[in-house]
C-alpha cells in the first residue's frame, strides 16, 4: 500500500481529517525549503506538497506565482526537486506529492518522470492543466509504477462527470472550492458545504479540499465537510512577509502548522 | 488530407484541451454552442452583415503590378487585409465570437492582446454589441502600445496591466486564463489566433477562412488560374491560417508561414517556435514552443509585438509535421527593410508583423516562374507601429 493510502487509513481509524501543506520547493532557496518541510512534517502535517516551478503558472493566484518566480530565480530545476524529496526520504515518512504543469512532466518523459520521482520517494503528483481527457497516457504510466495522479474537481463539474474522475483519481480526490485561482479569501465559498455534501455520496474515496483557505477557522470549517483540507498561499505568505530573515521562517510556520493541524485534527469524525 | 481537428480537437498530435477542471464545462459549452449556432442561417447572415456592412468586406485583392516588376517572375497579388476597420484582419474573428457570446448569453468579453490589435478588435465589437470588456496587457507592451491602450480606453474598455512574468504577450494570456477561470458564467474569453484549448483553434480558423475563401473567388474573376504560392506571417498563425486554409486540398498550392527571427535564429533572441521550438504544453494546447531544458518557456523576442509569443497554433504545427507548409523566418532588420520596400514600391506601410512576409518576397520570388502567382496576406497597416518604425530607421 501507498503512503498516501496508509495515511488515510490510519486518519480513518483515528476519526481525523487530513491536514495537507503546500509549499514550492527550492522558496526562498532549498536548504530553507527543506527545513519547511521537515517542520511541517513535525507539526502534524499529513501530506506535504511540493510545487515544482513552471514559468507559467496559470491555475495560481499572485502569492504562489511570485513563490515559483523565486524558486526560478535561484536556479531550481525538477532535477533538484527530486534530490530535495531524496533527502527528506532520509528524514522522514510523510506523503510527498508534487504539483506542478503539465509541459514540466511532458517535457522530462512522462514515464521518466514517473521512474525517477518514484525512486526519489515522491508518492503522487497534482496536475491542474491536465484534465481527465488529456490524462490518459500519463495516467497508464503513473498507475503501473503505482504513483498516485490524484486528480482534481471543481464547483463547476456536474455528478456525473466527477463519478468519473473520482474512479481515476488515486490517494484522493482534489476538489476545488471555489471558481478561481489559488490564494486565501476572506470567506468560505457559501456553496462549498452543500457541494461536498453530494460529492461524498458519489465515491468513497477521501475527498480533500483546497484554493482559498486562509487560516485555523476556515480550515476547521471546512474539514467538517470533508476527508481533508489544503492550505498552500497562507503558508507562503509567511515565507514571502520574511524573505529578509530567512532563519526565522521555519519557526514562524511551525506556529502556524501547528494551529492549523489543531484546527484540522481536532474535529471528530461525525 | 483527413479532416482535422478530431472531436477531441487533436490535429494530429497537436491541440487538445490542457485546461484547470474549472474550465472544462465552460470549454465544452463553447464546443456545443459553436456547433449549434455558427451554422445556422440566422448567425451566418448576421456575421455576414456585420462583416460587409460594419467591417468593410470584401477586401480587395490587389494586383502588386510594380512589386511584381521588381523581380521580373510570379505575379504577386496581396490580399488586403489592412483595409479593414481598426487596421488589421483581427475584426474577422472577434466580430464572430462577440456573436457567439451574445447568442450564448454572455454578459462580459475579455481578451488578451500584445501588440494591441486584437484587443482593439475586442474592444470595438464589445461596444457594437454592448458587452462589457477588460483587456489583458503586458506591462512592456502597454509601454510599447501606448496608441492603442488609448484607442481601447477610448472604446469604452478597461485595459489591465499584467505585471507578472515577462510583462508581454505570454503572460497577458495567463491573466486572461486566470478571469475566465474565476468567472466563466457570464463571461466570455476572446482568444485571439488560432490558439488556445480545443475549440479556439478551430473557431478562429473558421472565422478568418474567409480571407482564402475571397482570395479564391477573386482570383479567379480576375482570370487567374489559382494561385501557386500563399506567403503570410506567423505568430500565433491566425492571418496565415485564414488565407491557407480554404486551399488545404489543393496540393499545387504552395504555403510559406514566415516566423519572426528577431536578432537572428542562431541568437536567443527570437520567436521562432516552429523552426527552432519543441513540442510542448502551453495555454491550453499542445504545439510547438520555445522552452528550456527543463520545460520552462523561453521569452520570444521580435520588434513586433504581434509575434512575440513563444508559442504557435496546433494547426501550423500539424502542417509542419505533414509537411502541407513550409515555416521560415525573417529577422526584425529585414522586416524593417520590408516595410520600406513596400512603402516605396506600392505606397502601403504594412505593420511590422505583416511586413515579414513582405520580406520574404525577396528570397521567394526570384525562385518562381513567370507563370505563377504568389498571394500575400497583408494582414495589418503600419500606423500602430510608427513610432517603432521611426525609432529603428
Not at chain 1, 488515486?170 to 476572506?186: A, E, K, P, W
Request: charged residues 25%.
Amino acid at each position: 500500500m501507498n503512503r498516501i493510502d496508509e495515511t488515510f487509513r490510519r486518519l480513518r481509524k483515528e476519526k481525523k481529517k487530513a491536514f495537507i501543506a503546500y509549499i514550492t520547493a527550492g522558496d526562498p532557496t532549498f536548504p530553507v525549503s527543506e527545513k519547511i518541510a521537515l517542520t511541517l512534517a513535525e507539526t502534524g502535517t499529513d501530506i506535504i506538497e511540493l510545487g515544482i516551478p513552471f514559468s507559467d503558472p496559470l491555475a495560481d493566484g499572485p502569492t504562489i506565482q511570485k513563490a515559483v518566480q523565486r524558486s526560478l530565480k535561484n536556479g531550481c530545476t525538477v532535477k533538484k526537486v527530486f534530490t530535495m524529496v531524496k533527502s527528506l526520504r532520509r528524514k522522514i515518512q510523510t506523503p510527498l506529492v508534487f504539483m506542478t504543469y503539465y509541459n514540466i512532466v511532458y517535457n522530462y518523459g512522462l514515464e521518466k518522470f514517473v521512474k525517477d520521482a518514484k525512486k526519489s520517494g515522491a508518492d503522487g503528483i497534482i496536475i491542474p492543466d491536465l484534465p481527465m481527457e488529456e490524462s490518459g497516457e500519463f495516467k497508464s504510466i503513473a498507475d503501473a509504477e503505482d504513483f498516485c495522479l490524484i486528480m482534481l474537481t471543481a464547483p463547476t463539474t456536474p455528478a456525473e462527470r466527477f463519478r468519473k474522475i473520482a474512479s481515476k483519481s488515486r490517494g484522493f480526490i482534489y476538489h476545488v472550492s471555489l471558481t478561481g485561482v489559488t490564494g486565501t479569501r476572506d470567506a468560505v465559498n457559501t456553496g462549498l458545504a452543500k457541494n461536498v455534501q453530494k460529492l461524498k455520496k458519489l465515491t468513497k474515496k477521501p475527498i480533500c479540499v483546497g484554493f482559498g483557505v486562509s487560516g485555523a477557522e476556515q480550515a476547521k470549517k471546512i474539514s467538517r465537510m470533508c476527508d481533508g483540507v489544503i492550505v498552500g498561499s497562507a503558508i507562503i505568505k509567511i515565507i514571502e512577509k520574511n524573505l529578509n530573515r530567512k532563519k526565522d521562517i521555519a519557526g514562524k510556520i511551525k506556529v502556524f502548522s501547528k494551529t492549523l493541524a489543531k484546527a484540522v485534527h481536532g474535529e471528530e469524525r461525525s | 488530407m483527413q479532416k482535422v481537428p478530431d472531436r477531441n480537437g487533436y490535429f494530429g498530435d497537436f491541440g487538445g484541451r490542457y485546461v484547470p477542471e474549472t474550465l472544462m464545462p465552460a470549454v465544452k459549452e463553447l464546443t456545443e454552442a459553436y456547433s449549434k449556432i455558427c451554422g445556422t442561417r440566422s448567425f451566418k447572415e448576421k456575421l455576414e452583415y456585420y462583416l460587409e456592412e460594419y467591417a468593410g468586406r470584401p477586401t480587395p485583392l490587389y494586383y502588386a503590378e510594380k512589386l511584381t516588376r521588381k523581380f521580373g517572375k510570379a505575379k504577386i497579388y496581396l490580399k488586403r487585409e489592412d483595409l479593414l476597420h481598426t487596421g488589421a484582419h483581427k475584426i474577422n474573428n472577434t466580430i464572430g465570437q462577440a456573436l457567439l457570446a451574445v447568442e450564448m448569453g454572455k454578459k462580459r468579453l475579455i481578451a488578451e492582446t500584445g501588440a494591441g490589435q486584437h484587443g482593439v478588435a475586442t474592444a470595438t465589437v464589445a461596444a457594437l454589441f454592448g458587452l462589457k470588456c477588460d483587456v489583458y496587457m503586458g506591462e512592456e507592451d502597454i509601454r510599447r502600445q501606448s496608441l492603442n491602450v488609448f484607442r481601447m480606453k477610448l472604446l469604452g474598455t478597461k485595459v489591465i496591466p499584467v505585471s507578472s512574468g515577462s510583462k508581454t504577450l505570454k503572460d497577458a494570456m495567463n491573466e486572461a486564463i486566470r478571469d475566465w477561470v474565476t468567472n466563466a458564467a457570464d463571461t466570455h474569453y476572446v482568444i485571439g489566433s488560432v490558439a488556445g484549448p480545443h475549440p479556439y483553434p478551430m473557431m478562429v480558423r473558421d472565422f478568418q477562412e474567409v480571407i482564402g475563401i475571397e482570395t479564391k473567388v477573386q482570383l479567379k474573376m480576375a482570370g487567374e488560374k489559382g494561385p501557386t504560392h500563399l506567403l503570410a506571417c506567423v505568430g500565433g498563425g491566425s492571418n496565415a491560417m485564414g488565407l491557407f486554409y480554404p486551399f488545404a486540398e489543393d496540393k499545387k498550392v504552395k504555403f510559406i508561414g514566415v516566423e519572426a527571427a528577431g536578432f537572428g535564429a542562431n541568437t536567443p533572441h527570437h520567436a521562432i517556435a516552429l523552426g527552432k521550438g519543441k513540442v510542448g504544453i502551453l495555454h491550453g494546447s499542445k504545439s510547438f514552443l520555445l522552452e528550456d531544458d527543463d520545460g520552462q518557456i523561453k521569452l520570444a523576442h521580435s520588434v513586433s509585438a504581434g509575434l512575440d509569443y513563444p508559442g504557435v497554433g496546433p494547426e501550423h504545427s500539424y502542417y509542419k509535421m505533414i509537411k502541407r507548409a513550409e515555416y521560415v523566418s525573417v529577422k526584425d532588420k529585414e522586416a524593417l527593410e520590408g516595410v520600406r520596400m513596400l512603402s516605396e514600391i506600392e505606397g502601403i506601410i504594412p505593420a511590422l508583423e505583416t511586413a515579414h512576409a513582405i520580406y520574404y518576397l525577396n528570397k521567394l520570388a526570384p525562385k518562381t516562374a513567370k507563370k505563377d502567382i504568389i498571394v500575400v496576406c497583408l494582414s495589418g497597416r503600419g500606423d500602430k507601429d510608427i513610432d517603432i518604425m521611426k525609432e529603428h530607421m
